[in-house]
């Protein structure tokens, strides 16, 4: 089992930049690729930006591609999510999630957090 508690959401101004983390316990993190996903109000969960276990390869949605990394601190066995440039349409709850291998669908993976609301204002 692994467990993810998100924190960092809030409200920011439009431009402006927030920074999400994912602390996990449990069973080995540096096993686990690591995903953050998004959901906005009256819309599917979809996919934000994920990093292979070894931390060496990322992706990202190309909605957020410049503006958003993602990356992992082993040490305190941590995702994070900077995200720049915010805009109104980022706008969902943020959830971070964990799997075999670090894919876009969100059926890949294995364990999810609570999630993190982000409100951007325009």
């Known amino acids: 089992q692994v467990q993810l508690v998100e924190s960092g959401g809030g409200l920011v101004q439009a431009g402006g930049s927030l920074r999400l983390s994912c602390a996990a316990s449990?069973?080995?993190?540096?096993?686990?690729?690591m995903g953050w996903f998004r959901q906005a109000p009256g819309k599917e969960r979809e996919f934000v930006a994920a990093?292979?276990?070894?931390?060496?390869?990322?992706y990202y949605a190309d909605s957020v591609k410049g503006r958003f990394t993602i990356s992992r601190e082993y040490a305190k066995n941590t995702v994070y999510l900077q995200m720049n440039s915010l805009k109104a349409e980022d706008t969902a709850v943020y959830y971070c999630?964990?799997?075999?291998?670090?894919?876009?669908?969100?059926?890949?993976?294995?364990?999810w957090g609570q999630g993190t609301q982000v409100t951007v204002s325009s």
């Open positions: 999630a964990a799997g075999p291998v670090a894919l876009r669908d969100q059926k890949d993976y294995d364990y």
């Open positions: 449990g069973r080995t993190f540096s096993s686990y690729a």
């Open positions: 990093i292979t276990w070894r931390g060496g390869i990322t």
